[in-house]
């Protein structure tokens, strides 16, 4: 039912900065915990970035700690991806991903792929050194 929208990804030397967008399609995005989500070649779809639908209990994978911030905009139903201190290991497709269910009423979010339930395309993330 809803449509996500990357962008903001390209080509960043090591030490660099991006900020990736997602825009959902619809006027219920509050009503979404959105994710980022990454997968290099051959590796598994890995968890990046998570922000409920209430609050400020941000999730981070620890390899991304310190370096990205999330952030949501209801008013522009986007959700938001700054990345500094890039890295070469940064390198993937980037995921933006929306999870339906209210969790510890809406003030948590999942690592689980599995626990969201809307994608959008991906944007490719490259990291040179």
């Known amino acids: 039912q809803v449509q996500l929208v990357e962008s903001g990804g390209g080509l960043v030397q090591a030490g660099g900065s991006l900020r990736l967008s997602c825009a959902a399609s619809g006027r219920t995005f509050s009503s979404y915990a959105m994710g980022w989500f990454r997968q290099a070649p051959g590796k598994e779809r890995e968890f990046v970035a998570a922000i409920p639908q209430r609050g400020g209990n941000t999730l981070y994978t620890d390899s991304v700690k310190g370096r990205f911030t999330i952030s949501r905009d209801n008013a522009e139903n986007s959700v938001f991806l700054q990345m500094n201190s890039l890295k070469p290991e940064d390198t993937a497709v980037y995921y933006c991903?929306?999870?339906?269910?209210?969790?510890?009423?809406?003030?948590?979010?999942?690592?689980?792929?599995?626990?969201?339930?809307?994608w959008g395309q991906g944007t490719q993330v490259t990291v040179f050194s």
């Open positions: 991903a929306a999870d339906r269910l209210l969790r510890n009423g809406g003030v948590s979010v999942s690592h689980f792929p599995h626990d969201y339930d809307y």
